[in-house]
């Protein structure tokens, strides 16, 4: 294993950080890009059931991704935790610690994924009705649909923590070519489980028949549920075999009982990371929830299903800045780890620096094709309409929400998760709590200033990160 790591670790320790950042980080953006596939699948061919059926089932899968996202953030934020810690171990040459610390993560994320699976369990509809708002026919789809989601969570929890681990050795570009397989193989199952034996649209058609002939049932938006599990899960197998045999864990010298004080270590670097992330998550859900009840009825929700497909469209631009967030952390840990701090620092402006223009690349097709793109998805003009206003007004902030993302899992990298915590809670404590509860309260207001709010919260986190970061305190972290 050593002689594999080293290689890998050299180019991040010494290489050139300009080619090596964009060599290491672009793989990962596009990796983490490819996991919103699994949902951009989903919902196009959702939206290709029937008027009665598509506008609902968007605006459901709409609010239960955002939802299911709470348990992936929180188990993504072991994920970030165990990230750093390997960084830091294999800057630091410890390839036992390395091996170590990944089982032991393995054991917590597996407990996560019990309890998240009991949570939907039980408490989908609680979730669904109460706590978001949803209506109608949104509701009554959304419930079954989260509760599939939520109980299979093991799937992305797993999922985004193997594809870390190898990201953390320095393997970046064998987990994005089994994302690509993944992908292919939920297209192929949602397009059986969604349509089944039953009408399809075209470019489909071949699909009823095969499902006919293997006894696949029409299952509409549960079917997409079960579709994207199934392929998830496929994608573990040949994810742990890649880590076995590259890197040589999870062999019977790793595989131990329980590790307490490791086990509180990684819990209490967790903790941090999955708050900041869950606070991202519900301000997202705060959005939800008021455009649910200011702006739908009972047999209305235009706006929710909109919003469900711009949130769908915006993930991918989350993921993408995580990937290379992920590439910041990396470089950053490693550095630290091998003591060179002002490599590190300048890995994580490097990587702001790509995601930047990332973003604004992805901002400027929303704006220029969006018709066409939420088209795609539901050819409502009234949805088109909703979903273009938003980006209009929050595409190009996309920038600043890309910046702050990366500028804080660097800063995550050094091991000042709080820090990272501490910056995100005071931008939607501080501001897009209290401005959309503003919106809220004022009569006749909009659904513009609402969509106004986002785009000031997202410029807001990107001048906040930047200035903390550029003061540099969380250098301390790792230093101390």
Not at 120 to 125: H, K, L, N, V
């Amino acid at each position: 294993m050593s002689q594999a790591l080293d290689a890998l670790s050299r180019r991040i320790l010494v290489g050139p950080l300009g080619r090596e950042m964009a060599r290491f980080g672009t793989p990962l953006a596009l990796g983490m890009g490819l996991q919103t596939a699994f949902n951009l699948v989903d919902a196009y061919l959702i939206g290709h059931l029937g008027t009665d059926m598509a506008g609902p089932a968007l605006g459901a899968i709409g609010i239960c991704d955002q939802l299911a996202a709470l348990g992936t953030i929180v188990s993504y934020g072991l994920t970030v935790a165990t990230g750093a810690m390997l960084s830091h171990r294999q800057g630091r040459g410890d390839h036992a610690g390395v091996r170590q610390v990944a089982w032991q993560s393995m054991l917590l994320v597996f407990a996560l994924s019990v309890l998240f699976a009991l949570g939907g369990g039980f408490g989908a509809e609680w979730l669904v009705v109460s706590v978001v708002g949803a209506k109608g026919r949104v509701a009554e789809l959304g419930v079954p649909y989260l509760a599939v989601m939520m109980g299979g969570s093991f799937t992305i929890f797993f999922l985004l923590h193997l594809t870390s681990v190898a990201r953390a050795l320095g393997s970046s570009k064998s987990p994005v070519a089994l994302l690509i397989i993944a992908n292919a193989l939920n297209l192929l199952l949602a397009t059986l489980m969604v349509y089944g034996p039953g009408p399809a649209p075209p470019g489909f058609q071949w699909g009823p028949p095969l499902a006919s002939a293997l006894g696949i049932p029409r299952m509409e938006l549960q079917g997409a549920a079960w579709a994207t599990l199934i392929a998830r899960a496929v994608l573990l197998l040949p994810l742990v075999a890649l880590l076995m045999r590259r890197f040589k864990l999870f062999d019977r010298h790793s595989i131990t009982r329980a590790d307490l004080p490791l086990l509180r270590g990684l819990i209490g670097q967790a903790w941090p990371s999955s708050a900041q992330l869950v606070v991202r998550i519900l301000a997202m859900l705060l959005t939800h929830a008021l455009v649910a009840r200011l702006f739908t009825s009972e047999t209305d929700q235009t706006a929710t299903t909109a919003l469900g497909i711009a949130f769908r469209l915006e993930t991918m631009a989350l993921f993408v800045a995580l990937g290379w967030g992920s590439a910041a952390q990396t470089f950053v840990g490693q550095n630290l780890g091998a003591a060179n701090p002002e490599r590190a620092k300048k890995s994580g402006w490097l990587a702001a620096t790509y995601t930047a223009l990332a973003m604004a690349l992805l901002a400027l097709s929303y704006r220029a094709f969006g018709a066409n793109i939420v088209g795609f998805f539901d050819s409502d003009p009234a949805v088109i309409a909703v979903a273009i206003g938003y980006f209009q007004w929050v595409g190009l902030s996309y920038i600043g929400l890309g910046v702050g993302v990366v500028l804080g899992s660097a800063i995550q990298g050094a091991g000042a998760a709080r820090q990272a915590l501490r910056l995100d809670a005071s931008v939607v404590l501080l501001f897009q709590l209290p401005a959309s509860l503003l919106v809220a309260a004022t009569p006749g207001v909009t659904i513009v200033t609402l969509w106004q709010v986002v785009a000031l919260t997202y410029i807001a986190f990107a001048l906040v990160c930047a200035w903390s970061y550029r003061r540099g305190r969380f250098l301390g972290a790792a230093m101390a």
